[in-house]
């Protein structure tokens, strides 16, 4: 089975940086992904990491460490936009499977 | 058309009545989701078709019925469900890499 961990929120000003942590368990492991979810909407694909290190897309980096089972999803110059909940996310790989476990999801404020 | 949709977008049912929810993507993608979202938790799996075969099936009770007419379409069947199934009920389909593709999702509530 799988299990992530994340925080439950985070709060933080426009302009600034946030990070978001994620550790996990899994029997097999495909990569860590990340979701944004504004409240009322849809989940949306924002990164994937097969291999360690840092993948970056514009204003957002995901980073991989597959020795410590931990990712993270850094946030630069926040915008108000920005303020929604963050999903990680792991596919099993034991069986293949695509589907994917979510974390319990870190809803970022972000205020003026 | 990189979209997945959904109908309808709100359902009110009672315990008694059966309904079906709808899904669509003409992305080619051969693999189709059903996820049940709480308020304030995570999507949970609840089936996958792959290539229109159900290969997960997430232990879902038999009130949830999902088919797969071809492979751009997703119905999920309901029926007799309970006030603890109400949800929003979100579609997702990918091709072969991690990406999810998801609908808007069916608020569902049951009476």
């Known amino acids: 089975g799988q299990s992530l961990e994340q925080p439950s929120e985070v709060t933080a000003v426009e302009g600034a940086i946030v990070q978001i942590n994620c550790t996990y368990q899994?029997?097999?492991?495909?990569?860590l992904s990340w979701y944004q979810q504004h409240d009322g909407g849809a989940p949306t694909f924002l990164s994937y990491?097969?291999?360690?290190g840092l993948e970056e897309t514009g204003r957002f980096s995901s980073f991989l460490s597959r020795s410590d089972s931990y990712g993270y999803l850094l946030l630069q110059e926040l915008q108000m936009k920005d303020s929604a909940s963050y999903f990680c996310?792991?596919?099993?790989?034991?069986?293949?499977?695509?589907?994917?476990?979510f974390g319990s999801g870190t809803r970022l404020q972000v205020q003026p | 058309d990189t979209e997945v949709t959904q109908t309808p977008k709100h359902l009110v049912m009672g315990m008694t009545n059966k309904k079906s929810l709808k899904c669509e993507q003409h992305m080619g993608h051969r693999a189709m989701y059903w996820y049940k979202q709480k308020a304030k938790k995570p999507p949970e799996l609840m089936f996958v078709?792959?290539?229109?075969?159900?290969?997960i099936n997430e232990s879902v009770p038999s009130r949830f019925s999902p088919e797969c007419p071809n492979s751009s379409l997703l119905n999920l069947h309901l029926h007799a469900l309970q006030p603890e199934d109400s949800a929003l009920y979100l579609c997702?389909?990918?091709?072969?890499?991690?990406?999810?593709?998801f609908g808007p999702g069916t608020r569902l509530t049951v009476l």
């Open positions: 078709y792959s290539y229109e075969k159900l290969s």
């Open positions: 996310a792991v596919r099993d790989g034991d069986t293949g499977r695509r589907a994917l476990t």
């Open positions: 990491n097969a291999l360690d």
């Open positions: 899994t029997s097999g492991f495909y990569g």
């Open positions: 997702a389909s990918s091709q072969d890499n991690p990406e999810q593709f």
